[in-house]
């Protein structure tokens, strides 16, 4: 090799060094931008109550694998960033939405979420646009691996729930059945049983979407108005399923009086309803043109890569990164309640742990009092935690779990017309039913059961004062106990009573 032959190789390999260099550097300073966000990461993909999350998320890699493999998508470290409109307007838009989600909501999924659009706008910088815009289904589909459904449940789930029982009710009314409360509530002999988050038909939506998703890539249509047109249609159908599962579950369970049947029933025709509502996706997404064969990967790139993106992407970055503010914690700011118990029921007050005033003070709880208490024959320890927002309202079932006990069952029980609770039986690994729990949130004006209901309530502009009301027994309890009824009732009032006092000396500070 002759020494100018040797200086062009040198030149070129410094030529490289530098973009290389130059790229790692936005790499890194990116992932910092982020960094709040690895600890809820290392807990959704490795925690075991998120195994379907996990489950759903090797099958998406597989897939992304397998597509890639064949699409021959090549990312180039040693080229410089291109100056690709959308891809930075994504990168730099959802980062600065990240920003204000961190300071003021504090939402992980959707901070998880921002972060999956923005990375993927930034990757854009070093893609051909044409393969960039066909891998969006990848990226969408990463992004719903995160535990949406759970979410939806909540947020989307009630309002579903009422819509699905109402329209239920009104179909059996104008067939000459006698109709059913839109409070969702059925009471079954001794029983409740409840138009609860498996009937809402939210799952099937989560699962429908991504299953959509991923058929769009394969199948490789465009993300376009059609495809919209597709996916309302497909949510429309998933909806019409789950609307007439709950009609005949209803007409089977209440009406007949076969309660055996429509147990058995019950997942069959949600199985039923999902596969054919896929089917007619499938069959609208095959009338879409398929989206051309390329070689995009081979092209020029068609925008430009100038010489001073990636320092001023570097300085943007880091800027975001210092303008990084987690939302402050103001819980367990009011003293202790001081709540009235009746005469029978006799309460010990039970210091909280470090960890749980911090988790309680991040979450915006105004109060937090525990007691071990004594119910005539009845013994165990409760919860009862104030607050304005329905943060600091967590699933009970959770806390339970965190000490070292399994969820066997949480089912909704009607104590009387007033006071709706929900019973949970905990056990251990062998399934051996071990103490029995009861959870309900009330505020001066009504009383659930429904975690999805108690988020709802905060949407008006003057919400309300809360309370969950947490109970863990010693050992198992027989629900349909006079006893147990009554120490329910006499705390349910004792509740009740201090919000009246709260009322009476005025507003809340």
């Not at 003021?104 to 930034?122: Q, R, V, W």
């Not at 067939?175 to 409360?181: E, K, M, P, R």
């Not at 049947?261 to 095959?286: E, K, S, T």
């Not at 079932?397 to 070292?404: I, T």
Request: proline share 6%; glycine share 6%.
């Amino acid at each position: 090799m002759s020494t100018r032959d040797l200086l062009a190789q040198t030149k070129a390999q410094e030529s490289k060094a530098v973009p290389i260099a130059l790229n790692l550097i936005i790499f890194t300073v990116w992932l910092w931008l982020y960094r709040s966000l690895f600890a809820y990461f290392a807990v959704i993909f490795s925690n075991e109550d998120f195994r379907t999350n996990q489950l759903v998320l090797i099958g998406v890699i597989i897939l992304i694998a397998t597509q890639v493999q064949r699409g021959k998508i090549n990312f180039q470290l040693d080229a410089p960033p291109r100056l690709f409109p959308l891809g930075l307007s994504l990168a730099i838009g959802s980062s600065l939405l990240y920003l204000l989600v961190e300071r003021f909501l504090d939402i992980n999924t959707i901070s998880a979420s921002l972060f999956g659009i923005a990375s993927y706008g930034l990757l854009g910088l070093w893609i051909s646009p044409s393969r960039w815009r066909q891998g969006i289904p990848a990226v969408l589909l990463l992004i719903g691996t995160l535990p949406f459904g759970e979410h939806m449940q909540t947020f989307i789930g009630y309002p579903m729930r009422i819509l699905t029982a109402s329209l239920v009710r009104d179909g059996l009314s104008a067939s000459g059945i006698a109709s059913l409360g839109v409070d969702t509530i059925l009471i079954l002999e001794n029983g409740v049983s409840q138009v609860d988050l498996p009937c809402s038909g939210v799952k099937s939506l989560w699962t429908g979407a991504l299953f959509l998703i991923a058929a769009t890539w394969i199948e490789r249509r465009p993300v376009n108005w059609r495809w919209l047109f597709t996916g309302l249609v497909f949510t429309v159908l998933l909806f019409i399923a789950n609307l007439l599962r709950v009609a005949i579950l209803v007409l089977v369970g209440q009406v007949a009086g076969w309660h055996l049947a429509a147990q058995m029933l019950h997942v069959p025709l949600g199985v039923l309803g999902f596969i054919a509502a896929c089917a007619a996706a499938v069959m609208l997404l095959r009338r879409t043109p398929p989206q051309p064969h390329d070689s995009a990967s081979a092209s020029p790139a068609p925008f430009a890569a100038p010489t001073w993106l990636p320092v001023a992407l570097i300085t943007a970055i880091l800027l975001m990164a210092l303008l990084y503010t987690a939302r402050p914690q103001t819980g367990l700011a009011a003293p202790s309640q001081g709540w009235q118990f009746p005469a029978g029921l006799a309460a010990e007050p039970m210091p909280l742990r470090p960890d749980e005033r911090q988790w309680l003070t991040r979450d915006g709880a105004q109060s937090a009092d525990r007691y071990r208490f004594q119910w005539q024959d009845i013994s165990g320890s409760m919860i009862l935690i104030s607050s304005d927002t329905w943060r600091a309202h967590h699933r009970p079932e959770r806390c339970f779990e965190v000490y070292g006990l399994t969820l066997e069952e949480s089912t909704p029980y009607l104590i009387n017309p007033e006071l709706p609770i929900r019973m949970v039986s905990l056990g251990d690994s062998q399934g051996r039913s071990l103490q029995s729990a009861a959870y309900w949130f009330q505020s001066a004006s009504s009383t659930t059961n429904d975690y999805a209901k108690r988020m709802w309530a905060d949407l008006p502009p003057n919400r309300e004062r809360w309370v969950l009301v947490s109970i863990l027994f010693d050992g198992t309890i027989e629900p349909s106990s006079t006893d147990v009824h009554d120490f329910y009732t006499a705390l349910h009032q004792a509740v009740a009573l201090d919000f009246n006092s709260a009322a009476s000396s005025g507003p809340e500070e």
